[in-house]
C-alpha cells in the first residue's frame, strides 16, 4: 500500500529496510536460544553469492513492481507464475506433475483472480 497509494519512491530503502529487519530478527532468535545459527564462514558465504543476489533482486524487483502496480494485482500475477513454472518444469525437464498439484495450482489462480478481480488498476511497466 505504500508503495502504489503512497507513490513511495525508492524501493531500495524498503529492501534495506527488509533485509535489516531479516538479520535482526534471526540474531534475535538465536539469542533467546529458538534458533541456532552456524558461525559465520566466508567460504560459504562465497558459494551463496550468486543464490543471495538472485533473492536481492526478485525482492528489487517486486519492491519495483509494486510501485506501479496494486498490491491485488501484483499478488494475482505473482500466483499465476506458478503455473508457468510447472510448464516450463513439464517442457524443459520432462516432469508431469501429478492432478492432484494440477488442481491445487489452478484452485491457487483462481482464488487470486477472485481476489484481484475488483482492483484493476494497470501498468504495463509494471507487468
Not at 531479516?22 to 562465497?46: D, H
Not at 525482492?59 to 494475482?76: D, E, G, H, K, Q
Not at 508431469?96 to 511497466?125: H, K, N, Q, W
Amino acid at each position: 500500500r505504500i508503495l502504489y497509494t503512497y507513490k513511495f519512491g525508492s524501493p531500495v530503502v524498503l529492501l534495506l529496510m527488509h533485509l535489516s529487519f531479516s538479520i535482526v530478527f534471526l540474531e534475535g532468535m538465536n539469542l533467546v536460544n529458538l534458533l541456532k545459527l552456524r558461525a559465520f564462514e566466508w567460504s560459504l558465504a562465497m558459494k551463496m553469492l550468486p543464490l543471495s543476489f538472485c533473492f536481492v533482486c526478485n525482492i528489487l524487483c517486486a519492491f519495483y513492481a509494486l510501485r506501479l502496480t496494486s498490491v491485488p494485482i501484483f499478488t494475482t500475477l505473482r500466483r499465476m507464475t506458478t503455473l508457468f513454472v510447472m510448464l516450463a518444469q513439464w517442457k524443459i525437464l520432462g516432469m508431469t506433475p501429478s492432478r492432484r498439484v494440477v488442481e491445487c495450482v489452478l484452485l491457487m489462480m483462481l482464488g487470486a483472480i477472485v481476489a484481484g478481480i475488483g482492483d484493476m488498476g494497470f501498468d504495463p511497466v509494471g507487468f
